[in-house]
Every structure is written in C-alpha cells, then in structure tokens.
C-alpha cells in the first residue's frame, strides 16, 4: 500500500521539475509591430519636444514570479529614440491630444533606452506602471512613420526555479524511499 502511495509525492515532484526545465526554456512571443512617429529635432537635444504614449503599462505584483524581457527595436534608429519611464512622468509632463508633451530629454530619467542609447532596448519588467517616451536626435528635420518591433519572453523568476527545483528533488526522493526504503530493518543482537 506504502509503495502505491508513493507515486503522489513522486508524481508531484516531477512536476516542479519539469515546470523548472520548461521555464529554462521560457515562452516567446511572436513580433509585434507598430509605428509611432519620428519626431523632428531641430535645436539640441535639450530644446526638443517628447512624445508619450497615452496610456500606461501596468505590470502586475504576480511579475514578481516571474523574469519578463522585452526588446524594443527601430527602424529609424538613426533618426529617434524610445525610452522607458516611471509613470508618474504623466503627472509632470502629460501628453496632449497628438502625444506630445512639453517636456525634454532632460526631464525623465530613463528607466531603459532615452537619447543616448544606442540599438535595441533589453529592459526586465517589474511591479509597477511605467510609459513609453520618444524623441527625435539632433538634426532630425522630418516628422515620418518610424517602425517599431517589440520581442518579449517569459521565464520563472530564479529563486522561483530554485525552490521548484530543490522542492521537486525532495517530493522525488521522498516518493522513492517511500516505494523502496533505503534504510533496513535495524535488529538488536
């Protein structure tokens, strides 16, 4: 009987393990495209308006379970920038019925990406609210269409994959001695 009750905590630890390998792996998610415009940037950097996006992205407390990665890329890379910010920039900088606000560069503090930065954006999502924000670099004299491709991925957070893991080995052994006692009968002579 010992041993057919033994495939519960067996079965249950072969779960966590694999759920640990699958989060090794993680999920993808496909491509998304969208197109924001690039804003002209006539003066220095400093002088230049901002766009916002209108709405904020709300990252839930159960992300601390969890590693989510995004990328964020540009056709026009050469021409403008995106950047990731607090939320609470709305506050001080709203953005207008078109997107725009009246703040600068200078004005955020860039959580990922902003005018100095360079190529794809890698940023790992936290509890929280944040918006995106774009401008143009200096020197850029046209207003155009700029697409722009967002990648995300998904993993178990790692100390979530630790006690997993580590639960996991204990559930599978414990199902194993139960099934096959590793310890005999001790006798007294």
């Not at 759920?19 to 220095?44: K, N, Q, W």
């Not at 207008?96 to 009246?102: A, K, Q, S, V």
């Not at 100095?116 to 200096?138: K, Y």
């Amino acid at each position: 009987m010992v041993r057919i009750f033994s495939v519960l905590p067996f079965a249950t630890g072969a779960i966590c393990i694999i759920l640990v390998i699958v989060s090794l792996f993680g999920f993808a998610s496909g491509t998304i495209d969208d197109e924001i415009p690039a804003l002209p940037c006539l003066g220095s950097q400093d002088e230049c308006a901002t766009g916002m996006s209108e709405s904020d992205l709300d990252v839930p407390a159960a992300f601390l379970l969890l590693d989510v990665e995004i990328e964020i890329s540009m056709e026009l890379d050469e021409e403008a920038w995106i950047g990731i910010v607090d939320s609470n920039y709305a506050i001080t900088c709203p953005p207008g019925d078109t997107g725009l606000t009246n703040c600068t560069a200078s004005d955020y503090t860039f959580l990922a990406g902003g005018p100095n930065h360079d190529g794809e954006i890698s940023h790992s999502l936290e509890p929280g609210a944040v918006r995106f924000v774009t401008g143009g670099t200096e020197g850029a004299i046209e207003l155009q269409d700029n697409e722009v491709t967002t990648e995300w991925s998904v993993h178990l957070a790692t100390w979530v994959e630790a006690i997993l893991g580590l639960t996991g080995v204990g559930l599978c052994a414990s199902g194993l001695h139960m099934a096959f006692p590793m310890m005999g009968t001790i006798r007294k002579d």
